[in-house]
């Protein structure tokens, strides 16, 4: 299943999967609004349209209804930081969107808004640091190879909720690193057909490493998950065992030009089958400049390859930005990022690209 609106941050260096999105454009505005115990509540209003080429994300000889689509997104967040001691800090995190479709109204979602409320907490005690986080999501993601009888395609709206808690510990003392934590999560649909996705995890990570330098560190992490299909009595419960192992490495050419050189190794178990060691390595490149004290350009590329790749897993991008301060409170962003198909031995089926222009207006209203 997929979400049909991701909102995911690019990070330098670090490749992200695509929707094609040709057009998109944003408005937001932030102010603070009340204070509640010993939050003082800030606000942001979000308002974005975009234009999609292929809302299905499918290729054009599989789809079953209209690809291109036009629609709107607004909501509302709400959120704060509050200070408990001079070691602990506390966060809440909550907001609402709605999605409203005028080419494809069967995936509209107004009548059953997105929503979110997280409260998270971390106390730092000189070299080890102790968070703990709980959080209820409502979301709307799209589904396929359901049959709904009188539906006008393969995918529909399937709504569920979300409740999650953990914990976790983290110590570092410059050289030597690691972390442990703990998560329980529970999901539920609200749609009869999708009924035997219902199902509850607990998931248990570590994490270990050895930093040589700034930039070179070797690092060894890992996970071990137990689901229990709720929806499905009978079902046996499934575990799940990730490891890895990398090494990596950023440099710095020409003082400007950041690279990234991450060669590692990774190893899936299941309860059913031992997997084996296979290799996964990762590459990246990024550069940028200044034109002028108000006008930047970013762009760069990621490469990931697999011994044993599943779909999509062997992935080639590049990406393109340019950022613009029209005052101290207004900006506005261009960028365009594509993955090509089957370059560098790339396992993506269709090519894919986003383009999208974002303006950001800051409003700040102090109470006394």
Known sequence: MKRLVQHRRLLPLVGTSLLLWLGCATLES???LLRLGPFDINSRAKLEAVYSSNVEQERKSEATAEREDYYLIYGMDFFSDAPI?????????????????FVRDDLDNSSSPFGRLSLSSATELRRLTISGAARWEKKSESTEDV????????????????????????WDNDVFYWGVGYRSNRERYEKEEFKDGDKDETEYTWLAGL???????????????YTTQVGMPGAEEEIDTKQNISLPWTFTVAGHIQFLVAPGYKKEDSRDEQGKWSYKHDFGVRDGFDINQRLKLS???????????????????????LSHELTSTI???????????????STQDTDSQKYSYTLTKMIFNSRP
């Open 147 to 170: 049959v709904i009888p009188g539906a006008r395609s393969s995918k529909t709206r399937n709504p569920s909720e979300t409740v999650e808690y953990g914990v976790r510990a983290d």
């Open 85 to 101: 001691s001079p070691s602990t800090t506390l966060r809440l995190d909550t907001g609402f969107a709605i999605e409203k479709h």
């Open 211 to 225: 930093r040589f330098t700034d930039n070179l560190s070797l690092k060894y992490d890992g996970s071990r998950k």
């Open 30 to 32: 932030s102010a603070q």
């Open 299 to 321: 762009y760069g590329a990621t490469y990931s390859i697999e011994e044993q790749p599943e779909d999509d897993d062997v992935k080639f991008q590049y990406d393109a930005g």
């Open 331 to 345: 900006k506005q962003v261009l960028t365009a990022t594509r993955e090509p198909r089957q370059t560098f031995g």
